[in-house]
């Protein structure tokens, strides 16, 4: 915007021999233009846009990925930790079981059940 675009109201004389010289509003948006105190100057100034705060909020896939991968490392915990429990105290089945099964099984376990945490909350949110 310039002083050929801003437009400011003309005051009549009456009102333009009281009116002090400044910065005044233009009437078709935010920019000001000078008064000298005798008529309208080529000076306008448009001051800067301010920029628009917006909210931060997780975003819903951010949120269900961490429920996942925390919900998949407790089930690796919980369900490896009992599983190994019973196998060293002699439980029955777990003798026939080689580590690398063991393993497996345990994994695919804690995985699945992330999977199915993460499907879950995504439709919840």
Known sequence: MDAST?????PDSA??????????????GP?????????????????????VAR????HPTARAVALA???TLLTFVVVGGLAF???ANGGEGFSAM??????LAVAGTAVI????TFIANRRVN
């Open 6 to 10: 801003a437009r400011c109201e003309v």
């Open 69 to 71: 991968v925390g919900v």
């Open 15 to 28: 009102t333009a021999a009281r009116l002090p010289a400044g910065w005044y509003r233009c009437v078709d």
């Open 113 to 116: 059940t992330g999977v199915v």
């Open 55 to 58: 909210p931060t909020v997780a």
């Open 85 to 87: 429990f019973a196998a």
């Open 31 to 51: 920019a000001r233009r000078w008064w000298d105190g005798q008529a309208w100057t080529d000076h306008v100034v448009v001051p800067a846009p301010q920029p």
């Open 98 to 103: 080689t580590l690398r099964e063991f393993a």
